[in-house]
């Protein structure tokens, strides 16, 4: 059974950090691209960053840029967001996804597989 776990996601503080992971397992997922999204209550599904296979392109959407980063570890089958400096608007429900294709927001693709999500909540 192919999956894509999420871990991570918790209570934090305005200001502060946390770290997501996502592990896939029941394939190999270290030659395609990699990425996380976010819904919150009431809104649609929005992406967040993508990552390369090779690791060596990543996009992010302009509410995130500066503040998180995406990265991983095609030897444990792993993508990581480092989310820093964290806001109430970036309390979602975070998904990571692959994309066979592209790491790009604007190549289709995305939800090739999807991991069933974690909560991330941002006080003020």
């Known amino acids: 059974q192919v999956q894509l776990v999420e871990s991570g996601g918790g209570l934090v503080q305005a200001g502060g950090s946390l770290r997501l992971s996502c592990a896939g397992s029941?394939?190999?997922?270290?030659?395609?691209?990699l990425g996380w999204f976010r819904q919150a209550p009431g809104k649609t599904r929005e992406f967040v960053a993508g990552?390369?296979?090779?690791?060596?392109?990543?996009y992010y959407s302009d509410s995130v840029k500066g503040r998180f980063t995406i990265s991983r570890d095609n030897a444990k089958n792993t993508v990581y967001l480092q989310m820093d400096s964290l806001k109430p608007e970036d309390t979602s429900v975070y998904y990571c996804a692959s994309n066979p294709y592209s790491a790009s927001p604007r190549v289709t693709g995305w939800g090739d597989y999807w991991g069933q999500g974690t909560q991330v909540t941002v006080s003020s």
């Open positions: 029941g394939r190999d997922f270290s030659k395609v691209a």
């Open positions: 990552i390369a296979w090779h690791g060596g392109s990543t």
